[in-house]
């Protein structure tokens, strides 16, 4: 009888606080501001080159991922994909949306030289260094923690220079139950936290 209302309490807390079954699941990852970006333009200019960005994490094919009260584990993809896909459209509507025109550029040598024989007021790369969500399902709740960090490089052709900042956000937290939908919006949140703050003042 014991073990009857064990197994029973076990099975309704994975119903209850449990989450989402295993399998993959894409997050469509947007960076929808908070802050008004409109000023801008004052900065970098009318129209920006994007260079390719840099997944540079040891894992590149998720971007997070969830163990349930059995420890079968959920993953997590961007969408679009690959990462650095995502962040640039992402970006790349925000800005055009702003009145900055990107341009994407498939190389750039990072040096302030280069700024000289550019069309565009300024170019753009980042460098994803970290990018991961980790849930893991208990009775009590989901713990779920979860880190972004890049390195941005920004030369604007007007000050001459190659402006570089790393950004980091981290965030840890216990919630009722996780479902793909509210990692997702966690995700989007801290990219608008990172993206509102750098944009307010970028170099």
């Known amino acids: 009888m014991k073990c009857f209302l064990c197994l029973l309490i076990i099975c309704l807390s994975s119903f209850v606080l449990g989450s989402a079954e295993a399998g993959t699941y ?31 994490r040891p894992e590149t094919l998720y971007i997070g991922r969830h163990t349930n009260l059995e420890g079968d584990s959920t993953y997590f993809k961007s969408n679009p994909f690959p990462l650095e896909k995502a962040i640039g459209e992402s970006l790349s509507d925000v800005l055009s949306r702003n009145g900055i025109k990107t341009i994407p550029v498939t190389r750039w ?16 790369m980042i460098e994803i260094k970290r990018f991961w969500t980790e849930g893991k399902a208990s009775l009590f709740g989901t713990k779920v923690k979860t880190v972004i960090q890049f390195v941005i490089h920004l030369g604007v052709k007007k000050e001459g220079k190659i402006f ?28 608008t936290e990172m993206f509102d703050s750098y944009f307010s003042d970028p170099y």
């Not at 894409?26 to 080159?49: C, F, H, M, W």
């Not at 040598?109 to 753009?124: G, Q, T, V």
């Not at 981290?170 to 989007?188: D, F, G, I, L, W």
């Open 26 to 56: 894409p997050l469509n990852l947007r960076y929808q501001p908070l802050k008004d970006v409109s000023s801008l333009q004052a900065k970098i200019g009318s129209t920006l080159e994007m260079a390719l960005f840099k997944d540079e």
């Open 164 to 191: 570089t900042r790393n950004v980091e956000v981290e965030k840890e937290m216990t919630v009722p139950r996780s479902t793909p939908e509210r990692v997702e919006t966690m995700m989007n949140q801290m990219l």
């Open 109 to 124: 040598d990072d040096k302030p030289e280069s700024l000289r024989n550019m069309e565009a007021d300024s170019i753009l």
